[in-house]
Each structure stands twice: as structure tokens, then as C-alpha cells.
């Protein structure tokens, strides 16, 4: 489909330009077959029996037939006579009897003129000088002219502000044999204006859609250039817009014009001949601006820039576009650098030929009779073609350079799929490995979860078995030294046996409260624990049942976790199981303090020194305990205590 649609632009773009030349040719073929020349041939020049007078005279009519100074004059001596004048003067002629069925005067060529007859003033054109900008080689009006009028003479009165003057053109005729003539002259202007804008706007369109390329911003500028050179040289402009100053500014196409060319060269060449167009272009561009401000600051010097300096630079700037075009040629043997140089020798070549034609040596005046068609082009339509060939050969230019441009996106969207390709082929390959390694880490995740289950199962039975070493083994202690006392005193003393059986009974009702308090400590959602009044509880149960001498002091307490509560209780029953079974204490003495280091539980008892032998079960337990709440414990001897037990919490791990 690609390619069809490639071929199918192609077709049209060729068939466009097919139809534009077919245009171009039905244009010239009406313009010289016979209608111009016809036209023409109806409309009768006055350019011979002149008279001039230099200086103004009085209007009225008997006063201008009087009055003397009146000498001959031929128009075509204008430049001669007229050179460097300034102020009024007046000319002079005769209307044939033989012209009173025309009836109309066809007037051109000046700035500030109006025309008078025995009927009185017939036209008038910026006699109070209120527009200064006016080109007046291209300025024209029409009077009418009646029966009366023929058979006396006409005047006119021109106002000449010292500059160049201009040849005047006088024709008589009628209306419609002038504007016929005028649209038919105009016609390639017309065509060439259209030609531009159509391509200017689709040079326009390619560089809003491509923005990085500039040549397609110069093509339209050189062809806008183009357009409005052709429309405003058009006489015939005159009947739908009578805008003196957008005709006289028109010389502003030729530096602008000449900038967008060398900025389109500019982009067709590479490296330092790149560069050196480009400040070419820029400098033309900003030549068009200092023009364009002179156009309204002095006539004089708007003039000189545009037909002295600029055409100055003109056979350089030619040579410069030839030996650029070669040294770009002749390393690279480029379609574009032949097409360009085609046109250029085209342009070149048609209006040497024209040029030639009109100064030396009439080929056009020669070719007439014998081939009229021929005649006229090189009469009237040379230029014109060969800036229309130039077009086309820009245009060839462009269509080459955007053929090169498709190709190369072609190049890129096919390198573009094929890595697209090899990124999907990498993706299924990550993708595959990526679930080869998520199916291995969810086997080692199973694994480290059963894993996991048998270490929380584990460490639950060690918790219970803590804390039934912790609650139950305290009890267990203080009955069995019940239980010993009981049996030293049942054939002595039974009441007193019998009171220690007692004891003894509730020894086993409180240690089974005990391990229900222990469940409850366990749990997240037991109730308020206060860690004081359970310490004081346990020190007066265990003075109860065995007898043993506990002092204790306890501060007041910030509030603990649950946890550190917990650990500290233990520490204090494991440390009085411990100083009663295997250190034969009979008195302790219990510290709980809270300083700027943290909580610090001390447990002393009268018992056997300590051996520093290795802990035991419920030491070792109860120091993992202490460890896992960023707490330390230690056994020593004292020297007044046979026993001491420091368990120490940093207040920031009850935080």
C-alpha cells in the first residue's frame, strides 16, 4: 500500500505540473495568436507633434493659446530634456479630426498630472502631491474625450520633483480595447502570481510539518517573492486595487527574493560553502529591510539601492551560486546541485537572450512574420518562462529532497521494526526468565516458610516451656519446702502439720493463678498490667509461703510495654526461685529504679556465693528474654551478699 501511495503522489504532483504547463501555454497561445496584436492595433499612439513649455502658466484655455515659450518636443527625448527639473510644465497637442469616433485617452507614465481640453479638465492624478510613494512607469488613467475635442489641442501639465523622468505613454482608443489589452499583457504575470502562491503554500505546508528542514521556510519566501514581483508589474492590478504604495515597494522582491535563493542554495550544499550562503542570505534579508525603510525615507535612495548597489552585486553574486554549485557538483554528483544549475543556466541563458532581443539585435521582430508564435515569446513571454522553468527546477529540487527524506524515514521505521523486533524477542527472554525465577523463589519462600513454621512452633514451645519453668517452678519450690517441713512436723506438732499442709494447698491454688497470669501476659490484648503491685504481690506470697525475709523498694514506674514488663517480673521470680533452691538464701533484697540509662532491676540474697558456673535453663532462658528487648543481665558475687542479679532495660526499648 506504501508503494502505491508513493506512486499514486507521484502521478499527481507530475500531473499537476503537467496541467500548470498546459495553462501556461493556452495563457500564451491567447496572449499571441492575434488578440494582443489586435488589440493593440486599435489603440492609436500620439508620439509624434509635441510641443513642451518649462514652467507653469494660467489654466484657462485662452491664456494657454496665447501664451509663447511653446517649442517642439518628442517624448522619447524626455530623459535628455527633463534630467535633474523640478517644478511644472506643460505639453501640447493637436487631436486629428480623423480620431473623433475614439473616445477615450489612455494617459500613463507620470506622477503628478492632469489633462485639460476645450471642454475643460478631463483627468487629474496627485496635483497636490498628498501621495509621495507612486511608481509612475506603471501609474495609468483614462479620460474621455468628446466629438468637440478633436481638431484642437489637449494639455497637459506635469509636475516633475527632480527625479528621472519618465517617457509618457498617450494612446486613444476605446475602453474595451484598453483593459483587453492590459489583461492580455498581464496574462503571464497573473499565471506566474498564481504558480508562486501555490507553491510558496505548499513549501509553507512541508516546513510546518518538518520543521528541522529550512530549505522548504526559503522556497516559499523566493516564491511569495516571486508572486508578488509578477502581480505588482501587472498594469491591469490597477482595476481591482488601486494601492499605489504596494506598486512602488515592489523592488523590495529583489534583495528578499535574492535571500531566500541563497538560503535555499544554502541548504543544499554542505559544510564551509554551507555557512558562507547562509551569511549571504542573511545579509541579502537584512539588505530587503534597509530597502524597505528607504522606500519610505528618500526616493532618490531607494532608487540607488535597488538599480545601482544591488545590481552591483548581481554578477558576482552569480559567479559566487556557479562555483559553489561546482565545488558541490564535483564531490558529489548530485541530482539536486544539476537541477539547480539547470535553472540558473536557464534563467541566465533566456534573459541574455531578451536582453539582446531588446538592445541589440531584434530576434523577436525577425521571427514575427515568418513564426508569430516564436516572435512573441521572445517579444513579450522569454523572461517570464524561463522564471517559470526556474520554479520548476526549485520545485524538482524540493521533490527530491523529500523523496530523499521519505526514503530515509522508510530506511528508519524498517531499522526502527527490526529492533522493535529484537526487543519484543529480549522481552520474551526476560520475561521467561523472570518466571523461571519468580517459580524459584516461590519454591524458596515455600521453604523458608515451613521452614519459619518450625522455628515459630519451636520457639512457641520454648515460650511455654519458660514460662511454666517461670510460673510453675517458683510454686512448685516454695510446696515442696513446705512439704519437707510438714513431714518434720507431723508426729511432733500435727496441728502445725496440718497448718502447713494448708499452706502448702494454697501454694498450688496460687501457682496455678499464677500461670493464668502468665497467659494473660502473653497475650496482645490483656488488660492494663501493673508491673509494682504484681512485684509487691509476688514478694509477700513468697514471704508467706516459705518464710524467706524479702525487702524490697520500687520507684514509681513510667509506663512499660507489656514485653519489658514481662521480662522484669520473670527476672524477679526466676531470681527468687534460684536464691532459694540452689543458693539456700533466707533474705533478699529487691531495687527497682529507673535512671537516665534505663530500668535497673537488683535481686540480692544471703545464699551460697555465686560460682560463675554456666547459667542454667531458666538463666539462659530468661537472659534471650532480656537480650531481645535490647536489655543486659549479669550474676556476680558481693561482698555483702552472697548473690546479686542485675537485669538492666534502656528506657528506649520501653519507649
Given amino acids: 500500500m506504501t508503494r502505491i501511495r508513493n506512486w499514486l503522489c507521484t502521478i499527481g504532483m507530475a500531473s499537476l505540473s503537467l496541467l500548470l504547463f498546459a495553462i501556461f501555454c493556452l495563457l500564451l497561445t491567447w496572449n499571441?495568436?492575434?488578440?494582443r496584436e489586435a488589440d493593440e492595433s486599435r489603440l492609436l499612439h500620439l508620439s509624434s507633434g509635441w510641443q513642451i513649455h518649462l514652467g507653469d502658466l494660467a489654466v484657462e484655455a485662452n491664456a494657454l493659446a496665447a501664451s509663447e515659450g511653446w517649442r517642439p518636443f518628442k517624448i522619447e527625448d524626455a530623459d535628455s530634456l527633463l534630467d535633474g527639473y523640478q517644478g511644472y510644465y506643460w505639453l501640447r497637442y493637436r487631436l486629428p479630426e480623423q480620431l473623433r469616433d475614439e473616445p477615450n485617452l489612455h494617459v500613463q507614465g507620470f506622477k503628478h498630472a492632469e489633462l485639460y481640453t476645450r471642454s475643460g479638465q478631463i483627468y487629474a492624478f496627485n496635483m497636490d502631491r498628498d501621495v509621495r510613494l507612486v511608481n509612475k512607469e506603471l501609474r495609468w488613467g483614462i479620460a474621455d474625450l468628446k466629438p468637440e475635442d478633436y481638431g484642437h489641442p489637449l494639455y497637459a501639465r506635469v509636475y516633475q520633483d527632480g527625479g528621472d523622468p519618465a517617457e509618457g505613454l498617450f494612446r486613444v482608443g476605446r475602453m474595451e480595447h484598453f483593459m483587453t489589452h492590459m489583461l492580455r499583457s498581464d496574462a503571464?504575470?497573473?499565471?506566474?502570481?498564481?504558480?508562486?502562491?501555490?507553491?510558496?503554500?505548499l513549501a509553507f505546508i512541508l516546513y510546518a510539518l518538518n520543521r528541522k528542514d529550512p530549505i522548504y521556510l526559503h522556497f516559499a519566501l523566493f516564491s511569495v517573492c516571486v508572486a508578488y514581483g509578477s502581480i505588482v508589474r501587472a498594469a491591469s492590478l490597477q482595476l481591482f486595487a488601486d494601492i499605489p504604495l504596494l506598486v512602488y515597494i515592489q523592488n523590495i522582491a529583489l534583495p528578499l527574493g535574492t535571500g531566500a535563493l541563497l538560503g535555499f542554495l544554502a541548504e543544499t550544499f554542505a559544510g564551509?560553502?554551507?555557512i558562507w550562503f547562509r551569511r549571504l542570505a542573511a545579509a541579502y534579508y537584512s539588505f530587503g529591510l534597509i530597502v524597505f525603510a528607504a522606500a519610505f525615507i528618500n526616493d532618490w535612495l531607494y532608487h540607488m539601492l535597488v538599480e545601482q548597489l544591488f545590481a552591483v552585486t548581481a554578477v558576482p553574486l552569480v559567479l559566487c551560486i556557479l562555483l559553489g554549485l561546482y565545488r558541490s557538483g564535483r564531490h558529489e554528483n548530485r541530482?539536486?546541485?544539476?537541477?539547480?544549475?539547470?535553472?540558473?543556466?536557464?534563467?541566465?541563458?533566456?534573459?541574455?537572450?531578451?536582453?539582446?532581443?531588446?538592445n541589440y539585435y531584434s530576434i523577436s521582430s525577425r521571427l514575427f512574420e515568418p513564426y508569430p508564435v516564436a516572435g512573441a515569446l521572445f517579444k513579450e513571454a522569454f523572461v517570464q518562462l524561463a522564471v517559470f522553468g526556474f520554479i520548476l527546477c526549485l520545485a524538482g529540487?524540493?521533490?527530491?529532497?523529500?523523496?530523499?527524506?521519505?526514503?530515509?524515514?522508510?530506511?528508519?521505521?524498517?531499522?526502527?521494526?527490526?529492533?522493535?523486533?529484537?526487543?519484543e524477542a529480549i522481552n520474551r527472554q526476560r520475561a521467561e526468565e523472570l518466571r523461571q525465577r519468580t517459580e524459584e523463589l516461590q519454591e524458596a519462600i515455600q521453604v523458608t516458610m515451613d521452614t519459619m513454621e518450625e522455628v515459630v512452633a519451636?520457639?512457641?514451645r520454648n515460650r511455654i516451656a519458660h514460662e511454666m519453668h517461670d510460673t510453675v517452678g517458683h510454686t512448685l519450690t516454695a510446696t515442696i519446702m513446705q512439704m519437707e517441713v510438714t513431714k518434720r512436723l507431723f508426729d511432733t506438732d500435727r496441728e502445725a502439720a496440718l497448718q502447713r499442709?494448708?499452706?502448702a494447698q494454697d501454694l498450688v491454688r496460687s501457682g496455678l493463678d499464677q500461670v493464668r497470669s502468665s497467659v494473660r501476659l502473653m497475650k496482645d490484648e490483656a488488660p492494663?498490667?501493673?508491673l509494682r503491685d504484681a512485684m509487691i504481690v509476688l514478694m509477700r506470697n513468697t514471704t508467706q509461703a516459705t518464710q524467706v525475709d524479702i525487702q524490697y523498694r520500687i520507684d514509681p514506674l513510667p509506663q512499660l510495654p507489656p514485653g519489658c514488663s514481662k521480662v522484669l517480673y520473670h527476672a524477679l521470680l526466676e531470681g527468687l526461685t534460684n536464691g532459694m533452691r540452689h543458693g539456700r538464701g533466707t533474705r533478699f533484697n529487691c531495687e527497682l529504679t529507673v535512671g537516665e540509662d534505663g530500668v535497673l532491676l537488683l535481686l540480692q540474697n544471703n545464699g551460697l556465693p555465686y560460682d560463675n558456673s554456666a547459667y542454667g535453663f531458666g538463666l539462659t532462658a530468661m537472659n534471650e528474654r532480656v537480650q531481645l528487648v535490647g536489655g543486659s543481665l549479669r550474676v556476680s558475687q558481693s561482698a555483702e551478699w552472697g548473690c546479686e542479679l542485675r537485669v538492666r532495660l534502656p528506657l528506649a526499648s520501653t519507649v
Fill in 32 to 35: 499571441t495568436l492575434g488578440g
Fill in 188 to 201: 503571464f504575470r497573473y499565471l506566474s502570481c498564481v504558480v508562486g502562491l501555490i507553491a510558496g503554500m
Fill in 272 to 274: 564551509g560553502w554551507r
Fill in 335 to 358: 541530482l539536486e546541485t544539476r537541477l539547480i544549475m539547470a535553472g540558473i543556466w536557464l534563467l541566465g541563458i533566456f534573459t541574455a537572450v531578451h536582453y539582446i532581443d531588446l
Fill in 397 to 423: 529540487v524540493l521533490l527530491v529532497r523529500y523523496a530523499k527524506t521519505h526514503r530515509q524515514v522508510k530506511r528508519y521505521a524498517h531499522e526502527l521494526a527490526l529492533k522493535n523486533d529484537q526487543l
Fill in 458 to 460: 519451636l520457639e512457641e
Fill in 501 to 503: 499442709l494448708a499452706s
Fill in 528 to 530: 492494663a498490667y501493673d
